[in-house]
């Protein structure tokens, strides 16, 4: 399936409009696939070609968000911030992406829902196919900042990088998050938690 979603087709981002808005709209459950191809002008036929179902559609967009996001990343971080203690660090981290999830206006009703889409079971098949990418990113961080002894020692580096990852990642389950501006707070308490539990 993969292969025919990296095909391009007539009226592809027409149709990525348009999902990002119903999705962002209605949420997972309730947006409805006819409305979608209805108003990015999409036969089924085409559609059917290139996506197995909404639930494929639906992870082909968070595809596409996680790679603009990772280039928004490379654009609105500054090379500076990237020296500084991974506690500030993750901190201007959670304030880019916040500024991702504002980016334009499409992207902004689909974050807004997303956050809300969290206990959805869809959300357990995202974290399953794409956290690996992050996993990465955030390894790196770690690892850069034992190098720089911010970490303590004392602890088991695996024990600290689950941790840190577990935690940032399925922080939804552990606070009753239902906007953005809620997320970014309880992210903030998450890393003051960390640099008073983890840091050197």
């Given at each position: ?12 981002d ?6 990002l ?8 459950d ?37 790679a ?26 959670i ?24 206990k ?77 539990g983890?840091?050197?």
């Amino acid at each position: 399936m993969k292969e025919k979603h990296e095909k391009s087709f007539e009226k592809r981002d027409e149709l990525i409009k348009a999902a990002l808005l119903e999705f962002g709209d209605k949420g997972y459950d309730k947006a409805s696939l006819n409305n979608i191809l209805k108003e990015a002008g999409i036969s089924k036929g085409t559609f059917y070609y290139h996506f197995k179902n909404k639930e494929d559609l639906y992870l082909y967009l968070i595809e596409i968000l996680i790679a603009e996001k990772m280039d928004y990343f490379n654009k609105n971080i500054d090379p500076r911030d990237l020296q500084k203690d991974i506690f500030t660090l993750l901190k201007t981290m959670i304030e880019v992406g916040i500024g991702f999830a504002h980016y334009s206006p499409e992207i902004d009703r689909f974050s807004a829902t997303y956050i809300k889409d969290m206990k959805n079971p869809i959300f357990h098949r995202i974290k399953e196919k794409y956290s690996f990418m992050g996993n990465d990113y955030l390894d790196n961080i770690i690892e850069k900042a034992y190098e720089r002894g911010e970490l303590r020692e004392d602890l088991p580096k695996d024990f600290t990088k689950n941790m840190i990852k577990y935690l940032l990642t399925n922080l939804h389950e552990i606070s009753q998050i239902i906007d953005l501006k809620e997320y970014a707070t309880e992210a903030n308490y998450l890393i003051e938690f960390f640099k008073g539990g983890l840091g050197k």
